[in-house]
């Protein structure tokens, strides 16, 4: 087993009944569910801040696309998409 810490939060009454429904219906205690769930949402979180964090160094080397360039490779896709349509109905 890992060698763990305590920590202590401070939760409703009610967020703690939910929590000890979910670890009686999961077959867990409530410290495998914390964990659990605490991990799973901090390898989200730190995902979303690099991506954002990649965004922001690409922006600061001036490596982005305008609105119109967005704008313009929708129309264009979607022009592309009418004429071949219209092409197979005729």
Same mark, same amino acid.
């Given at each position: 087993m890992?060698?763990?810490?305590? /920590?202590?939060?401070?939760?409703?009454?009610?967020?703690?009944?939910?929590? /000890?429904?979910?670890?009686?219906?999961?077959?867990?205690?409530?410290?495998?569910?914390?964990?659990? /769930?605490?991990?799973?949402?901090?390898?989200?979180? /730190?995902?979303?801040?690099e991506?954002?964090?990649?965004?922001?160094? =690409?922006a600061?080397? !001036?490596?982005?696309?305008t609105?119109?360039?967005?704008?313009?490779?929708?129309?264009?896709? =979607?022009?592309?998409?009418? !004429?071949?349509?219209?092409?197979?109905?005729?």
């Amino acid at each position: 087993m890992k060698k763990s810490v305590t /920590i202590t939060a401070r939760i409703t009454p009610a967020l703690n009944k939910r929590l /000890i429904a979910y670890a009686k219906a999961a077959r867990r205690s409530k410290s495998w569910l914390i964990e659990d /769930i605490i991990g799973r949402h901090i390898e989200g979180e /730190i995902e979303i801040v690099e991506k954002v964090n990649e965004g922001i160094a =690409s922006a600061e080397r !001036r490596e982005f696309h305008t609105s119109e360039d967005v704008f313009g490779a929708i129309r264009a896709k =979607s022009e592309r998409r009418r !004429r071949a349509t219209r092409r197979k109905a005729a």
